[in-house]
């Protein structure tokens, strides 16, 4: 079993801050809920103050429910997306790499040829 090093203070914050964001984002949904369902309700005049208060808190319940699912698969998507950029990223810099790599070469080859030939000629 490996301990895990500490994380950084910059980490936490992190993590805090996309905790609160969930959180107010949840509670502002919730809000929205609320008043979506208190507007059907009002269209709804035959319904009797129990099952209007019950219609109102399946339908929060349900709705908070399906946004929470929603916001994880967004940010599923997100880290894969993330995961793959980072990858062609990765990709495309050792590629650049290999290539400055073959052009520094031929440099110093002709380089070392034009010098060679330099020497080998009469002045």
């Known amino acids: ?11 936490c914050a992190g993590m805090l801050a996309s905790q609160v964001e969930g ?3 949840i509670q502002a949904e919730r809000q929205q809920a609320l008043r979506d369902a208190a507007a059907l309700c009002a269209r709804l005049p035959w319904l ?3 099952q209007s208060e019950d219609l109102t808190s399946r339908y929060c319940e ?3 429910h399906l946004t929470h699912r929603r916001l994880q698969a967004v940010a599923t998507r997100a880290d894969q997306l993330r995961e793959e950029y980072e990858a062609r990223y990765a990709a495309l810099r050792r590629t650049l790499l290999k290539r400055h790599v073959v052009c520094a070469t031929l440099l110093l080859i002709c380089a ?4 060679t030939c330099s020497h080998l000629m009469p002045h």
């Open 1 to 11: 079993m490996t301990a895990e090093p500490p994380a950084s203070p910059h980490a």
């Open 23 to 25: 959180y107010l984002l």
């Open 48 to 50: 009797t103050s129990a």
């Open 62 to 64: 349900q709705r908070v």
């Open 112 to 115: 070392g040829t034009l010098s």
